[in-house]
């Protein structure tokens, strides 16, 4: 499928597409004349465009101030053209397929039919129509525009392109970079191999096989220490350099920097699976947000399979600002997989990521649009900080809550600030839309999608900056469902490391020497941290007393020495970890975890299960999605319900209607639709009503 960027080609003579004259009267006058919208909100939805980059009818749809056909009535009458109706005639795939179904659906137009040597197009933004022009294919010729609703192209779009759109979805990202080519069988014969060989050195050499184990992780220890501790000095030198330039600020040394031109338009992708007690509180927590609501395109995504999602959005009260996209059922059930799809759909040029459970801050998205306008061209990604709204809750809710806040507060701020790889979090991301579309957007087949495209991104000469916002989570507060989520992300750790290593020349030539050592320490390193905990645990049996196997070989090789600076190693490791914890903490929202610190040491444990139990399921069950369930020990949220309580709940991503209705609508299943091809001998036109 084609890119949803378009390429003009300058040297292709496209002729020019055929315009009745336009109308000069201004949309709003034609919208009164036709008595559809009050004076007042006309009015307002003006002002508010002056200052926005958002389309006027598209502002009165957000707002409820017009309907749909009465502002298709005035757009045909402006624009001198039909309105297009493709349930009642549908156009050539063929078309579709000459410009890709995820352009059409980026750029809300519809190549309808071919007749007499003209091709008819519709367009839901009649006004950007001539500038599409020289990105179409020089085949389509004569080029005649019609009008058609954005629901009624997407819709048509869908029902003969459906399949090709989500096998798009799970092909994106190339073979080369992705989970999908991964040699199932070799995988097994490798770990099949490594675990008897290690068996076999353990009965035969079991002095020579600990001795190359320990080395291995207390050289990876000492790698993971040296790497916080970089990231500790790299963030405290960022936070002097905005105390430094807030300083500057306030004495006017230096101006303060203001946004210039219009908010953009910014689409974020909330993806559901079997979420029955989060997903009607959603709303309520999205309506928290003060960005305006026309330039908010809140796309809730779920599986076509997922009836516990569906029952529970079909009571919900959905604002006009929150669509539905629905994900046809396919051979791996991912959360890529899905954000690929829903992609499609998205309007703005900036595309985001949030949880089913995220309570972002008021102020988020003013942050990201206001982060992105000052960035540098390549800066791709903005990653906000994830907390915890239950860390009271137990012992293990306040240890996730901790190491949350020494990841996203200190660690993660430092390694962005020093140019390394940056794992990106799987929520509360914003991207440039044409850079994450240049890198294949998420691998539907990586289980730790996130992690896998903050690498592809800092392959690709992107870079990501950490911005100063937050979003509320759900701590996961029960010892098994943390071993679950916690292997399925060293899972995804250990294919992306093993994906991206296929070819190590190759990466170590796109990431440059000091990315790639600080990808094997933060990736390689991490996973053996988890596999091999037990071997360094075991020399605590000397301080107990207790007899160990290496404890002669050690004092043999390095004398008095080897055994003293290894516990100093291990020491100094967990007083690092302590004063990053406190650190990360200290600020009110948290400050009574800060007793708590020290009690990450049997915290940590847990992780060595996981790490097992993921390296089986790389093995076993690569694909496999152990879903987390939320709702558990929720924050009390309010419902916020539209004032008049009418309902707009427009389901894409299924064939059916999709325009506002006044009453709760149940989510229609699906329905086929066939396409008949022929000639058109007349133009559909919608009858007005």
Known sequence: MASANFVVRPWVETPAPTLAPRNQLPLGQLLLEDGAVDPGNLLKASVMRARQDSRLGQILLSQGWVTSDALMRALSRQWRTTVLDPARTPGDPRLIDAVGADVCLAQAILPWRRIGGVTWIATARPELFA????????????????????????????????????RHAEMRVPAAESCRSRNEARTGRIALGAMAGLALGLWLVPVAVLSLLTLWATVSLLAQSALKLLAVLATRRVHAEDRALADDLASGRTARAEMTGPLPVISVMVPLFRESDVAGKLVGRLSRLDYPRELMDVLLVIEASDRVTRN????????????????????????????????????????????????????????????????????????????????????????????YAAWFRVILPGVARMGLVVPLGGTTLFFRRDALEQVGA??????????????????????????DTTTDEEANCRALPWIKQRSRWLKGYAMTWGVHMRNPRALWRELGPR?????????????????????????????????????????????????????????????????????????????????????????????????????????????YWDKTAHGIYDAADAVVLPADGTVSLPVLGQIGDSRPRATPMPMPMHETIVLEEGIATEIPVRKSA
Not at 131 to 138: H, T
Not at 453 to 462: E, F, K, S, T
């Open 131 to 166: 500038d599409l022009i020289p990105a179409l294919p020089a085949s389509f010729g004569q080029v005649r525009m019609l009008l058609c609703n954005e629901d009624d192209i997407q819709a048509a779009i869908l029902a003969s392109r459906r399949i090709a759109m989500i």
């Open 312 to 403: 529970a959005l079909q009571n919900a009260r959905l604002p006009g600002w929150l669509r539905v996209v629905e994900v046809p059922n396919g051979p791996v059930q991912t959360k890529p997989r899905a954000l690929n799809y829903a992609l499609n759909f998205c309007r703005g040029a900036i595309i985001g990521v949030w949880d089913a459970e995220d309570r972002p801050d008021p102020d988020q998205l003013h942050k990201v649009a206001r982060g992105f306008h000052f960035a540098a061209p390549d800066v791709a990604c903005l990653q906000g900080a994830l907390d915890y709204y239950n860390p009271r809750t137990n012992w293990l809710a306040r240890c996730f809550t901790i190491e």
């Open 442 to 467: 998420w691998d539907a087949w990586n289980v730790t999608e996130d992690a896998d495209l903050g690498v592809r991104l800092a392959r690709r000469g992107w870079r990501t900056r950490i911005i």
């Open 515 to 623: 990315r790639f050592i600080g990808f094997q320490v933060q990736f390689l390193g991490s996973l053996s941290q988890y596999l091999l905990a037990p071997v360094l645990w075991s020399f605590w049996l000397l301080s107990l007393g207790l007899p160990h196997p290496l404890r002669e070989p050690l004092a043999g090789v390095w004398g008095g020495y080897a055994i003293p600076a290894l516990f100093g190693t291990f020491v100094l490791s967990e007083l690092l970890s302590i004063g990053v914890g406190m650190w990360a903490v200290r600020a009110d929202k948290h400050r009574h975890l800060m007793a708590w610190v020290p009690s990450l040491h049997l915290y940590f444990p847990l992780g060595c299960l996981a790490g097992w139990k993921a390296i089986y399921e790389v093995v076993v069950k690569p694909f």
